[in-house]
């Protein structure tokens, strides 16, 4: 991010913050300060902070969920080029991603979902662009920096009340897209045509937000985080679709991956379709059995490895499933993640030509205490299956290899488990 010209008292604020800990994260032993960190941030950015705003705006609307149907929506508009494709920003740090998301400057209007007016009409032109638009803004007054985070959607910085906003270049629209939109095809329908001719999800959930998708007297704004799970189902259930007729795999294959502190470890059996998703928040003190473990590297999971770890019930593992015909009910346990690692392993399987059985375990380590969207789960996973897998002749094999790239015990997670107790007559 730039480097801007500050004020001698911004300049104070900015070094304070940069030095010192909240007594907040202090406590919770964080080694970065998101709130002193948004102090910094607010220092650096707030000659940019204006009433009028002219850039290179990302193709994203911004739609929130309270008070639906009549919700605060809007652009969002940014001074400066800011990355906003998921698969881009794979490998930043969180501090990089919170400070270029929060660069960006949230067009608020109240308003209901269902709704037309110049704009939309702009907000629209903008979101259904696959590169970002030039654009002007003025907003009501200058936007006010508060750094806003989320399980689902991206973290968002400065924000104010809307009056006007301005295309002044031409977007490049695919055509496909146009049609889709002119034809008033069903969204559920569009997007998954859309899918199946290689447009990335995350620009299929803006569509959906954005309400350009559908007929047009059905047509409405969807709330960010909504649209992005919905479309994660939406896209998975297709892929599902047709991996549900493909060849079964022949040998169990595990694909690991790590990225901001989220472990995946992703195991696929021989057999139908069939999916679950384990979910576990680490403790200091498992995070420290595992530095245990990998120093004692010749013990194995059945020694005494874990000798030294009492289970006392603190421990947090949620568990997930769906057999082959799939869920109807919403993965309470664990929102928009599941979706979204669900959707990446049907990706996967749908370009293996090949169906499995699926779990996929999530550790999420303590280093991660601040979040950055379920872009980040989908993308951890996708890059799982980038990496070569891990090749096994039995399951047993499979199981063992995880149990040494897990910090909480196997045990603990076969014993939630539905597939891992099933057994099928060619493990015998």
């Known amino acids: 991010m730039a480097n801007k010209i500050l004020t001698s008292e911004a300049r104070q604020e900015t070094a304070g913050a940069v030095r010192r800990m909240c007594d907040n994260c202090k406590r919770t032993g964080r080694v970065w300060c998101p709130h002193n960190a948004a102090l910094e941030i607010r220092a650096r950015l707030s000659g940019s902070m204006k009433q009028d705003m002219f850039g290179p705006t990302p193709p994203h609307v911004f739609v929130g969920h309270n008070f639906y149907p009549n919700v605060y929506w809007g652009p969002l508009v940014s001074s400066q080029p800011v990355e906003d494709d998921p698969s881009a920003m794979y490998g930043q740090t969180l501090e990089q991603i919170i400070e270029s ?3 960006m400057v949230r067009g608020m209007k109240r308003g209901l979902v269902k709704q037309g007016g110049r704009l939309l009409d702009e907000a629209q032109q903008a979101v259904r662009s696959i590169k970002p638009v030039d654009a002007e803004a003025h907003f009501k007054k200058a936007p006010r920096f508060s750094l806003e985070l989320d399980d689902i959607t991206h973290p968002i910085g400065a924000s104010a009340p809307i009056e006007k906003f301005k295309v002044t270049d031409n977007p490049i629209v ?3 897209v146009d049609e889709l939109h002119e034809e008033g095809v069903l969204a559920n329908a569009a997007l998954r045509e859309l899918l199946l ?8 959930s803006k569509l959906l937000t954005a309400g350009i998708l ?5 047509r409405k704004l969807v709330p960010t985080k909504w649209a992005i799970t919905a479309t994660d189902d ?7 679709e047709s991996l549900r007729d493909c060849r079964e795999l022949e040998t169990p294959l595990v694909y ?5 502190d989220n472990h995946f470890e992703i ?3 021989p057999g139908n379709w069939e999916y679950e998703q384990f979910e576990a928040a680490l403790t200091k003190e498992l995070e420290e059995l595992k530095r245990k473990r990998a120093a004692r590297s010749a013990l194995t999971y059945s020694s005494a490895a874990w000798a030294d770890w009492k289970y006392d019930g603190r421990i947090n593992i949620s568990e997930e499933h769906e057999p082959f015909a799939g869920r109807t009910a919403y993965a309470d346990s664990q ?6 690692a669900r959707f990446a392993v049907a990706e996967a399987l749908f370009h293996m030509k090949r169906q499995a059985r699926a779990i996929v375990f999530r550790e999420i380590g303590t280093g991660y205490d601040i979040p950055v969207g379920v872009w980040e789960v989908r993308e951890n996973v996708r890059h799982a299956f980038l990496n070569e897998p891990e090749r096994f002749a039995t399951r047993e094999a499979a199981l063992a290899h995880i149990s040494e790239k897990l910090s909480i015990p196997l045990k603990e997670y076969m014993k939630r488990s539905k597939i891992l107790l099933q057994r099928r007559l060619n493990e015998f």
């Open 214 to 218: 559908g007929k047009e007297e059905n």
């Open 335 to 340: 929102g928009g993640g599941y979706y979204a």
């Open 197 to 204: 001719e290689g447009f990335d999800v995350h620009y299929l």
């Open 101 to 103: 998301r929060a660069s």
């Open 256 to 260: 690991s991956n790590t990225y901001l």
């Open 174 to 176: 695919p055509k496909r």
């Open 234 to 240: 939406i896209a998975g259930k297709r892929f599902m």
């Open 267 to 269: 195991l696929l059996l």
